[in-house]
């Protein structure tokens, strides 16, 4: 008997005034002891829903409809509400998705940790003491930091502290939902090879991730989800060398080396289908390069080699046959030559005081914007990369140096110059869904911009919105103008917000992070559209990233942004095969590879 046993298990979503929605289709599963086993899919494939009932932690219109979940032998799905509360936390734990929501604002870390041993144990201060500290040790953070508040620590510091809080009452079972989701890379890899250091101690994990990059590098095995049910189930060396579903085989392909000569991407086509209008037979089948009259009907997961899959063509030909798993792809084809000046920073410093502290997150940057180019600005977080948009889009100005936009010193602008400018400039968001209001539809989002910078009216604006939801992929036009927010995947309002931006009919477009909070698959689509645009459109774009693979694959050039100073900058393609500055190479190194070496504690 294994640690962990699921058997069949169902999951059903009971929306208001809506149909009943299956949110996990009869997932089976097992986990031995002191195994590290990674969960993977795109949005709404039911990896999250998966974790929360195994946790029994579902929102209140959620259940577990069917099946069986056993810990240790015993029925885990009939234990009432006291014993429960007494065995979670100390034989299985969770972390959440984002840190900052699993951490109280308004307490110091240290006072949340004492909480929760106080809740299941009765050690003295003095030992709550010492396995706080202890714990602070194992994440390598400094103990000094546990009389800090959550909002003083960084956003890698913050998820250490929610591994560390999993972990205080030594679990044998850790649950972990998008860990690393929102971490730049560097951070994201220091926190993947400590946390397989950590696993050392005994406990297992199971690891929830849209990256199946980041999985690869530290799991044992993988079980890949798509449409609430696992279609594949196999070991990383397996999965690696011999996939086994044409959606892990798209998956994989979605990865490359940024120092590759030639760079190629390929990406899956089309959007996973929704919950609640699944497609007859296999749900992949709409996206798949391989489908055949056979999938009509959906494959159950059976057992192939050493894993398990559910595709009809690979358990015909005990293989997955060789072809391309996706059609779609973005391939890099920079500029050549000088390009003209559009906007020029010189010797630009902007300094921010906290309490009696002050943080330089500029410091005497030099940078040219060439007409037509994509620049990439690259760094980790609090690097000044944002920072630097601001400045550029005059959102703020900087305490010294200068920003000239053609013939304007922009710092200077105020009132309506200001307002041409910003109109001229526009911004793409990192989350669309923060970026857009959920009351209004995608036709009045972008109908604003069109009536306030370029004064069009009536049927002029509409064919303008048409045309624009067309440019971004959002076609036909009619089927997205009165969809909401919520309406909308996550690569659907991304491209809502690049279209209000280009409603202006800017110059430049500053992209902050635009794909970082996409799934994989999404990703590569989401770059391609920017460049078809850019060059069809023929506006300039600062690319604001802390991926590499990304910036080679979209710029023209990739500038290096570390500690508010610039360290390195060049052609996209020559500084990615041959980079100058040890920092440039620690954040190739941190890019999430399948094919490389994996990450190990020690």
């Known amino acids: 008997m294994g640690l962990l046993q699921v058997q069949d298990l169902e999951v059903t979503y009971h929306p208001p005034r809506q149909a009943p929605v299956t949110g996990v289709r009869g997932v089976s599963l097992g986990l031995e002891a002191g195994e590290f086993v990674g969960v993977v899919g795109e949005s709404g494939s039911g990896k999250s829903t998966l974790i929360y009932a195994l946790a029994r932690l579902l929102p209140p219109r959620a259940e577990i409809s069917r099946g069986r979940v056993l810990w240790k032998g015993v ?59 202890e714990l602070f040790q194992l994440i390598k953070v400094d103990p000094r930091f546990r009389r800090a508040y959550p909002h003083e620590l960084s956003g890698g510091m913050k998820q250490r502290v929610a591994i560390a809080m999993a972990l205080v009452l030594k679990p044998e079972l850790v649950l972990m939902d998008e860990p690393t989701t929102g971490l730049d890379v560097v951070v994201q890899r220091e926190l993947l090879r400590d946390l397989r250091e950590l696993q050392q101690q005994g406990f297992s994990v199971l690891f929830v991730s849209h990256d199946l990059g980041t999985v690869l590098e530290v799991a044992d095995r993988v079980l890949v989800m798509y449409a609430g049910r696992i279609v594949e189930d196999g070991t990383v060396k397996e999965l690696l060398e011999h996939p086994l579903h044409p959606y892990t085989r798209a998956l994989l392909d979605c990865y490359a080396d940024p120092a590759s000569e030639r760079l190629r991407i390929t990406y899956i086509p089309g959007q996973p289908p929704s919950p609640s209008s699944l497609p007859p037979g296999c749900p992949f089948a709409p996206r798949c390069p391989l489908v055949e009259e056979v999938c009509q009907q959906e494959p159950e997961l059976s057992p192939m080699a050493a894993g398990r899959v559910a595709c009809w063509v690979t358990q015909r030909e005990h293989r997955l046959p060789l072809q391309e798993s996706g059609a779609a792809y973005v391939e890099a084809h920079p500029l050549e030559g000088q390009g003209e000046p559009l906007l020029h920073l010189e010797e630009v410093s902007k300094t921010y005081r906290r309490g009696a502290r002050k943080v330089q997150a500029l410091d005497r940057v030099s940078l040219t914007l060439k007409e037509g180019w994509v620049t990439a600005l690259v760094g980790e977080s609090g690097s000044g990369k944002s920072t630097l ?20 010193e922009v710092p200077k602008l105020r009132g309506k110059a200001l307002r041409a400018y910003r109109g001229q400039v526009q911004l793409v968001f990192q989350d669309p869904f923060a970026a857009l209001n959920p009351v209004h539809t995608v036709l009045y989002t972008l109908l604003r911009p069109l009536i306030n910078h370029r004064h069009l009216r009536g049927r002029q604006a509409l064919e303008e919105v048409e045309a624009l939801l067309e440019q971004v992929g959002l076609t036909p036009p009619q089927l997205f103008a009165h969809k909401r927010t919520h309406e909308l995947s996550g690569g659907q309002a991304q491209r809502v917000v690049i279209a209000r931006a280009l409603a202006a009919g800017p110059r430049l477009l500053v992209a902050d992070e635009p794909v970082s909070m996409l799934d994989v698959s999404i990703r590569a689509g989401i770059l391609k559209l920017l460049d078809d645009l850019r060059r069809s459109r023929r506006f300039s774009l600062l690319y604001i990233t802390h991926d590499l693979l990304s910036a080679r694959l979209l710029a023209d050039e990739i500038v290096v942004l570390h500690h508010g100073r610039i360290v390195e900058q060049g052609p996209a393609q020559e500084l990615a095969r041959r980079p100058k500055d040890p920092y440039t190479q620690k954040l190739l190194d941190s890019i999430p590879n399948p094919r490389r070496s994996r990450v190990s504690g020690g």
């Open 75 to 133: 029925d885990w799905l009939a234990l009432p509400p006291e014993e429960l509360r007494r065995r979670r936390w100390q034989e299985l734990s969770l972390v959440l998705q984002s840190s900052m929501n699993s951490l109280n604002p308004v307490l110091p870390v240290y006072e949340q940790f004492r909480d929760a041993i106080l809740a299941h144990t009765h050690l003295s201060e003095a030992e709550i003491e010492r396995r706080v500290e």
């Open 389 to 408: 948009a601001r400045l550029i889009t005059a959102v703020e100005v900087p305490d010294s140096g200068s920003i000239r936009f053609s013939s304007l």
